[in-house]
């Protein structure tokens, strides 16, 4: 089993960039396929980025994929979101979880998920 820890949210300006944090503790983290997802008010939860156990190869929704980028360090237990080129749209709730399934971008197939950061992107 194994807790996640996010980091790094806050209120920035269009245009600025981010770098998420999540913090793995308890687990053997580089068993895990890692995720970002995001939840905006009002809306349903939303994949954004995965990571392959080793970190050789990401995946991302369409909408992010010229601006963030998924990265892990598997001595620090931590996986990254940096995000770039911020803009209103990305406003949410970004949550970090680990999975098995690499490729998928399923809530359901990640099976521990943190409890979340807030990015808040003034426009």
């Known amino acids: 089993q194994v807790r996640l820890v996010e980091s790094g949210g806050g209120l920035v300006q269009a245009g600025a960039s981010l770098r998420l944090s999540c913090a793995a503790f308890g687990g053997s983290f580089s068993r895990y396929v890692m995720g970002w997802f995001r939840q905006a008010p009002g809306k349903e939860r939303e994949f954004v980025a995965g990571i392959s156990r080793i970190g050789g190869s990401s995946y991302y929704t369409e909408s992010v994929k010229d601006r963030f980028t998924i990265s892990r360090d598997n001595v620090k237990n931590t996986v990254y979101l940096h995000m770039n080129s911020l803009e209103h749209e990305d406003t949410a709730v970004y949550s970090c979880?680990?999975?098995?399934?690499?490729?998928?971008?399923?809530?359901?197939?990640?099976?521990?998920w943190g409890q979340g950061t807030q990015v808040t992107v003034a426009s």
């Open positions: 979880a680990a999975g098995s399934k690499y490729g998928s971008s399923w809530t359901h197939e990640f099976g521990y």
